[in-house]
């Protein structure tokens, strides 16, 4: 059995993505109390894939992962997936908004509701836990007074916590994208599909990020997204992390990917796989129609090919 480790305890939005997923509804859940500890586990063989959460629309990279998976280990993205937030505000039965002078959650999550915060409770302290799970069981097991939790109402239905405030979150548009690792393999191309990379520099000369860059317009490829991380080598010493539309298989970007390597210091290959958005599998429908009307264009005109 399929065995994949997340951030856990049991309630964490990383779960309720992760649920989402069809194909893995039979495998061996695994929570554990941190990211690092979920990449960890893929890297030593104790799971087969991680599910760890990469990016949210409002506090931008989760960092702790993002380096992890530059600096600390060689895994590679199987898929994405893309969740909506919706934070609640939980406690003991009978607590009030009035009643709350102190929040424990995971500081991305608390970061996301600080709008709220100000306007419903301001002065009230916050308290950081490993997850948003952990911190709903540790308040329905603690019961500490005054005290309540953020996080998902799935939490607080397993823990015995009851909504204080439902949808407290600063933007209705507030997402957290998802990315499930593996130690190895390459998902086949779909024909909807994003590449990660990480490009390191020689040095930090005039124009570099701007060579790099040369390459993917050059070729038309489209980029999702371009962060910058210290390599920790030395102050003002930045690597590129870049998401880029297509797949490695893809000859384009296969070609792109080719003349980085050769120019660049280094390039860290992070995956190629199904891009996530709910006009994914029709997108992926047309590409496959396309490819096989093209294909059999193309056999048609081989097949006039005198001897």
């Not at 895994?75 to 909506?84: C, D, K, N, Y």
């Not at 919706?86 to 009035?98: I, K, V, Y």
Request: proline residues 5%; negative net charge; glycine residues 8%.
């Amino acid at each position: 059995m399929t065995t994949v480790a997340f951030l856990g305890p049991l309630g964490t939005f990383t779960e309720e993505a992760l649920l989402t997923q069809a194909d893995l509804a039979d495998a061996e859940l695994m929570p554990l109390r941190s990211f690092p500890e979920v990449l960890a586990a893929v890297d030593d063989g104790t799971a087969d894939l991680g599910f760890v959460g990469l990016e949210n629309s409002i506090e931008g990279t989760v960092r702790l992962v993002m380096d992890a998976l530059v600096f600390g280990h060689d895994l590679l993205i199987q898929r994405e997936v893309v969740l909506a937030i919706r934070q609640n505000l939980l406690g003991p039965p009978g607590m009030t908004l009035g009643d709350v002078q102190r929040i424990v959650s995971f500081p991305d999550a608390l970061g996301q509701c600080q709008e709220f915060f100000q306007e419903h409770l301001p002065g009230v302290e916050f308290v950081a836990a490993n997850s948003t799970a952990e911190a709903v069981r540790e308040v329905a097991e603690t019961r500490p007074p005054g005290t309540a939790a953020l996080g998902t109402a799935l939490a607080g239905t397993l823990y015995g916590l009851e909504v204080v405030a439902a949808d407290i979150e600063d933007n209705d548009a507030n997402t957290t994208r998802f990315v499930l690792v593996a130690k190895d393999g390459i998902p086949k191309p779909t024909g909807h599909d994003k590449t990660s990379i990480v490009c390191f520099q020689h040095a930090d000369r005039p124009g570099s990020l701007h060579a790099i860059l040369g390459q993917f317009s050059a070729r038309n490829i489209n980029l999702t997204r371009l962060t910058s991380r210290p390599t920790k080598r030395g102050l003002g010493d930045y690597c590129f992390i870049i998401d880029l539309e297509g797949h490695v298989d893809d000859e384009v970007v296969a070609d792109c990917l080719r003349d980085l390597h050769a120019q660049l210091a280094g390039v860290k290959f992070l995956g190629s796989y199904p891009a996530a958005g709910e006009e994914g599998p029709e997108i992926r429908r047309d590409a496959e129609a396309s490819w096989k009307a093209a294909d059999a264009w193309i056999a048609s005109l081989r097949s006039k090919v005198q001897p």
